[in-house]
Nanobody, 124 residues
């Protein structure tokens, strides 16, 4: 199984970044996909998630209206478009695949396969 994030970087506050997550080694459209982030000294938190079909999406309150998750099942890829970025969005961003057995798509415990992360830094 491989889960590989890309697209992170340094951006000024108010700017945008588009993250991608490519996967292989499992049946992509059997899994929900999630984006998580972890800042130094903080716990990993769910940012956004998308159901296997793409019909249902979920967002953490602080990113609603600013971030958009999408997936391309033909390409085994999930995306996170981030706009109006704030300094508090700075973190390592992780992509993960999970079955969502307990109905909590923003809970990291629901996810089985994880990437290594991509760093997002927003300068204020």
């Amino acid at each position: 199984v491989q889960v590989v994030e890309s697209g992170g970087g340094l951006v000024e506050a108010g700017g945008s970044l588009n993250l991608s997550c490519t996967t292989s080694g499992f049946t992509f459209d059997d899994y929900a996909m999630g984006w998580f982030r972890q800042a130094p000294g903080k716990e990993r938190e769910g940012v956004s998630a998308i159901s296997w079909s793409g019909k249902n999406t979920f967002y953490e309150n602080s990113v609603k209206g600013r971030f958009t998750i999408s997936r391309d099942n033909a390409e085994n890829t999930v995306y996170l478009q981030m706009s109006r970025l704030k300094a508090e969005d700075s973190a390592m961003y992780y992509c993960a695949a999970g079955r969502i057995r307990f109905g909590d798509p923003l809970n990291p415990d629901e996810y089985n396969f994880w990437g290594q992360g991509t760093q997002v830094t927003v300068s204020s």
